[in-house]
């Protein structure tokens, strides 16, 4: 369980988050959606043990969590297996392994023939996996995904979004993403957290109730507007004074 | 991405004219220039190629040898120190910023002026162009290293937090790859630089050498073993360069190929 406890965060001299509350349940998919800009990106880097905020308490017994970020980063140096490797060789895991281990990953997530490839070899798409795989490799039970899948276009996110329900529930590994998406938040997760800018803090949360297989393209619509109808919801996404007066 | 074998063939040849058009054309206004000053002033290719190979006759290769091993040591002994010093610099604050005026001080002294200093300090001989070779060729080395690791990628920096990557493994899959990509061209810079300050110093402090070769030149008035010597060490730089450095480069960084390869 991951658990943040009345976090507060400055950035500087702006308040960035206030007052978070924040769970997320082995197996459970918790998606963070708002505006850019309202700290849902620290909220991540500070469940990722990456910052250490301010005020309030995080606690995560979670064997191990790892983090998916908006851009690959992958080491340009490296190749594909010895990329998704990254994380077992950091662990110590001889070599002959590691790579035993990131070939059936690899495969498994479609890059089969493009082990030995170096990441620009690659399109963004398959970048983006070889990070995901990355992640898996450390057998971790806590995925934090960073608006993985922002820089994919349309199709290709669809695909990717398919793929990571997949991997999530063989797996039965828990995640907390992040997206400024409504309608990725509704088709990634069992619940929604909306949060809100200056400061940040959490405005509605929800529970889908419906199963991953069922969430067709008119259902996501229909529960975006759903969600856009609650006054709180709809003041965070549709109007921002800071953008206005900016 | 992968192109047939004539294509990259023909590719290849387009290069390699292109590359002999401009050595071509210098050598036409070299020639150009000979017959209008005359050959005393300007001997042409001819004279210059005539002069190298009696000037080979008598030994050249001697001197040759001589001053390749006073411009390598003096060069590996700086690249070693300053890449060691420059990483130091750029991965630690503090050290950098003690360390960088250092080098501004180093780099604005006169090559020449090393040359007293190292006459007056070891004596004429091998010691003082090695010392010479060292201390101008550090700074470029040091700034090469200390700039590639000031810009290593905060991204990449995290995310090996995020998988807790030990530090030795930070430093040789993080950091050096990085750094390497940058100490490269400063050291192919402070080869240039450890050639030319080799046979500059030569001139004034050894007996033997390419330098003490054009000294010679200059007192019997010829011109045409002055140029001669000037075509050998233009040869031997550029043959140290693509020989050695590149190739080095080349087996060392090979994602940086395959990404020149697919463009």
């Given at each position: 369980?991951l658990?943040?406890?009345m976090?507060?965060?400055?950035?500087?001299r702006?308040?960035?988050?206030?007052g978070?509350?924040?769970?997320?349940a082995?197996?459970?998919?918790?998606?963070?959606?708002?505006?850019?800009?309202?700290?849902?990106?620290?909220l991540?880097r500070i469940?990722?043990?990456?910052?250490?905020?301010?005020?309030g308490?995080?606690?995560?017994?979670?064997?191990?969590?790892?983090v998916?970020?908006?851009?690959?980063?992958?080491?340009?140096?490296?190749?594909?297996?010895?990329?998704?490797?990254?994380?077992l060789?950091?662990?110590?895991?001889?070599q002959?392994?590691?790579l035993t281990?990131?070939?059936?990953?690899?495969d498994?997530l479609?890059?089969a023939?493009?082990?030995?490839?170096?990441?620009?070899?690659l399109?963004?798409?398959?970048?983006?996996?070889?990070?995901?795989a990355?992640?898996l490799?450390v057998?971790?039970?806590?995925?934090?995904?960073?608006?993985?899948?922002?820089?994919l276009?349309?199709?290709?996110?669809?695909e990717?979004?398919t793929?990571?329900l997949?991997?999530?529930?063989?797996?039965?590994?828990?995640s907390?993403?992040?997206?400024?998406?409504?309608?990725?938040?509704l088709?990634?997760?069992?619940?929604?957290?909306?949060?809100?800018?200056?400061p940040g803090?959490?405005?509605?949360?929800q529970?889908?109730?419906r199963?991953?297989?069922?969430r067709?393209t008119?259902?996501?619509?229909e529960?975006?507007?759903?969600?856009l109808?609650q006054?709180?919801?709809?003041?965070?996404?549709?109007f921002?004074?800071?953008?206005?007066?900016? | 991405?992968k192109?047939?074998?004539m294509?990259r063939?023909?590719e290849t040849?387009?290069?390699?004219?292109?590359?002999l058009?401009g050595?071509l054309?210098?050598v036409?206004?070299?020639?150009?220039?000979?017959?209008v000053?005359?050959?005393?002033?300007l001997?042409?290719?001819?004279d210059?190629?005539?002069?190298?190979?009696?000037?080979?006759?008598?030994?050249?290769?001697?001197?040759?040898?001589?001053t390749a091993?006073?411009a390598m040591?003096?060069?590996?002994?700086?690249?070693?120190?300053?890449?060691a010093?420059?990483i130091?610099?750029?991965?630690?604050?503090?050290?950098?910023?003690a360390?960088?005026?250092?080098?501004?001080?180093?780099?604005g002294?006169?090559?020449i002026?090393?040359?007293?200093?190292a006459?007056?300090?070891?004596?004429?001989?091998?010691?003082?162009?090695?010392?010479t070779?060292?201390?101008?060729?550090?700074?470029?080395?040091f700034a090469?290293?200390?700039m590639?690791?000031?810009?290593r990628?905060r991204?990449?920096?995290?995310?090996?937090?995020?998988?807790?990557?030990?530090?030795?493994?930070?430093?040789?899959?993080?950091?050096?790859?990085?750094?390497?990509?940058?100490?490269?061209p400063?050291?192919?810079?402070?080869?240039?630089?450890?050639w030319?300050?080799?046979?500059?110093?030569?001139?004034?402090?050894?007996?033997?050498g390419?330098?003490?070769?054009?000294?010679?030149?200059?007192?019997?008035?010829?011109?045409?073993?002055a140029?001669?010597?000037?075509?050998?060490?233009?040869?031997?730089?550029?043959?140290?360069e693509?020989g050695l450095l590149r190739?080095?480069?080349?087996?060392?960084?090979?994602?940086?190929?395959a990404?020149?390869?697919?463009?």
């Amino acid at each position: 369980m991951l658990k943040l406890e009345m976090v507060g965060h400055d950035f500087g001299r702006e308040r960035t988050l206030e007052g978070i509350d924040l769970t997320v349940a082995p197996g459970e998919s918790v998606c963070l959606v708002g505006p850019s800009g309202c700290g849902k990106t620290t909220l991540l880097r500070i469940a990722a043990g990456l910052v250490t905020p301010c005020e309030g308490r995080v606690s995560d017994d979670f064997r191990r969590s790892t983090v998916v970020f908006q851009e690959p980063r992958l080491l340009p140096w490296r190749r594909l297996l010895d990329n998704i490797a990254l994380g077992l060789k950091a662990m110590g895991v001889p070599q002959q392994e590691r790579l035993t281990r990131a070939r059936a990953l690899a495969d498994e997530l479609g890059l089969a023939e493009r082990h030995d490839h170096y990441p620009h070899e690659l399109s963004g798409g398959m970048q983006q996996r070889v990070a995901l795989a990355r992640a898996l490799a450390v057998d971790a039970d806590l995925l934090l995904l960073d608006e993985p899948f922002s820089a994919l276009d349309v199709g290709l996110r669809s695909e990717a979004q398919t793929l990571l329900l997949g991997l999530l529930a063989r797996r039965n590994i828990a995640s907390l993403l992040v997206t400024h998406d409504l309608t990725e938040a509704l088709r990634l997760g069992h619940r929604v957290v909306v949060m809100s800018p200056s400061p940040g803090c959490i405005v509605h949360e929800q529970r889908i109730e419906r199963p991953f297989a069922e969430r067709d393209t008119a259902f996501l619509y229909e529960a975006a507007g759903a969600l856009l109808r609650q006054p709180a919801v709809a003041e965070s996404f549709l109007f921002h004074q800071d953008e206005v007066s900016a | 991405m992968k192109r047939s074998l004539m294509t990259r063939g023909v590719e290849t040849l387009l290069g390699w004219g292109g590359s002999l058009t401009g050595v071509l054309l210098f050598v036409a206004l070299w020639e150009w220039g000979s017959l209008v000053y005359g050959s005393f002033l300007l001997p042409g290719p001819r004279d210059a190629l005539a002069a190298l190979g009696r000037l080979w006759q008598e030994g050249a290769a001697a001197a040759v040898w001589a001053t390749a091993w006073r411009a390598m040591l003096g060069f590996v002994l700086a690249a070693l120190v300053g890449t060691a010093l420059g990483i130091l610099a750029g991965l630690s604050r503090t050290l950098g910023r003690a360390l960088e005026p250092v080098s501004t001080v180093l780099l604005g002294i006169p090559p020449i002026a090393w040359i007293v200093l190292a006459i007056l300090w070891f004596g004429s001989g091998s010691l003082a162009t090695v010392y010479t070779v060292m201390a101008t060729s550090l700074p470029v080395s040091f700034a090469g290293a200390q700039m590639g690791a000031l810009t290593r990628d905060r991204r990449l920096q995290e995310m090996a937090d995020v998988f807790a990557v030990p530090p030795l493994m930070r430093l040789l899959d993080f950091h050096l790859p990085h750094i390497a990509s940058y100490v490269f061209p400063a050291l192919i810079t402070a080869l240039g630089v450890a050639w030319k300050v080799a046979v500059m110093a030569e001139l004034f402090a050894t007996e033997d050498g390419i330098g003490a070769g054009l000294a010679m030149a200059r007192v019997n008035l010829d011109t045409a073993a002055a140029m001669a010597w000037i075509v050998l060490v233009v040869a031997l730089l550029l043959a140290t360069e693509h020989g050695l450095l590149r190739p080095l480069q080349r087996r060392m960084e090979p994602w940086r190929q395959a990404g020149q390869r697919g463009k």
